[in-house]
C-alpha cells in the first residue's frame, strides 16, 4: 500500500477533500511498532502524529505516587497525538505499543506549513484534530474519576 492509498483508507481523513492528500504524504510516512516501543511521554517535545491502521497503543499520563496510568487504548482507525498542533508542542499524555501496531507517521511542523498556507485545509484539520482533544479530555476525566474515586454525599438518615 502507497502513502497516499494509506491516507485514502483512513477514517479520520475520511472528509477531507481528495486533492488535500497528495501534500499531506509529502510528510507521512509508514511506521510499525513491537510492544512496548514508548512513541513519547507528557512533556517531550511533540513533533510527529499518527494514524494507527492497526494493532493498540495505550496512552498514559504520570501520577504522582502511581506512575504512568493507562486512560485510553487507541486501535485501528484512530489517531494519537494533537499537541503537536498547539504551542508549546509538548506532549501532555505519553503513548505506547501494547501490541504490534501500523501507522502513518507525520512530521507536524510540515503538516502545519501545509495547513498555514491554506486556510481551508488549516481549519478542517483543525476541526477533526478538536474532536480528538475532546475525547482524550473526556476520557482522562473518567480515568481520573476512577483513580481517585467519587464519593457522592448521601443524606443523612433518622
Known amino acids: 500500500m502507497t502513502p497516499l492509498e494509506m491516507l485514502r483508507a483512513h477514517p479520520f481523513l475520511a472528509g477531507l477533500p481528495p486533492e488535500w492528500l497528495p501534500p499531506l504524504t509529502g510528510h507521512a510516512r509508514p511506521?510499525?511498532?513491537h510492544p512496548g516501543?514508548?512513541?513519547f511521554r507528557a512533556g517531550q517535545p511533540a513533533e510527529r502524529f499518527?494514524?494507527?491502521?492497526?494493532?493498540?497503543v495505550a496512552l498514559d499520563f504520570p501520577v504522582p505516587g502511581r506512575g504512568d496510568v493507562g486512560i485510553e487504548t487507541i486501535g485501528a482507525g484512530?489517531?494519537?497525538?494533537?499537541?503537536?498542533?498547539?504551542?508549546p508542542?509538548?506532549?501532555?499524555f505519553g503513548a505506547?505499543?501494547?501490541?504490534r501496531s501500523l501507522a502513518v507517521e507525520f512530521q507536524?511542523?510540515?503538516v502545519r506549513r501545509l495547513m498555514e498556507s491554506d486556510d481551508a485545509l488549516g481549519r478542517q484539520l483543525t476541526t477533526c484534530f478538536m474532536s480528538v482533544v475532546v475525547d482524550r479530555l473526556q476520557a482522562s476525566r473518567v480515568r481520573l474519576l476512577e483513580l481517585?474515586?467519587?464519593?457522592?454525599?448521601?443524606?443523612?438518615t433518622g
Open 31 to 33: 511506521v510499525v511498532w
Open 37 to 39: 516501543h514508548r512513541l
Open 50 to 56: 499518527w494514524l494507527v491502521r492497526g494493532g493498540e
Open 78 to 87: 484512530g489517531v494519537v497525538g494533537w499537541s503537536w498542533l498547539f504551542p
Open 89 to 92: 508542542y509538548r506532549w501532555q
Open 96 to 99: 505506547v505499543a501494547v501490541r
Open 108 to 110: 507536524a511542523a510540515g
Open 148 to 156: 481517585y474515586g467519587y464519593q457522592t454525599r448521601l443524606p443523612p
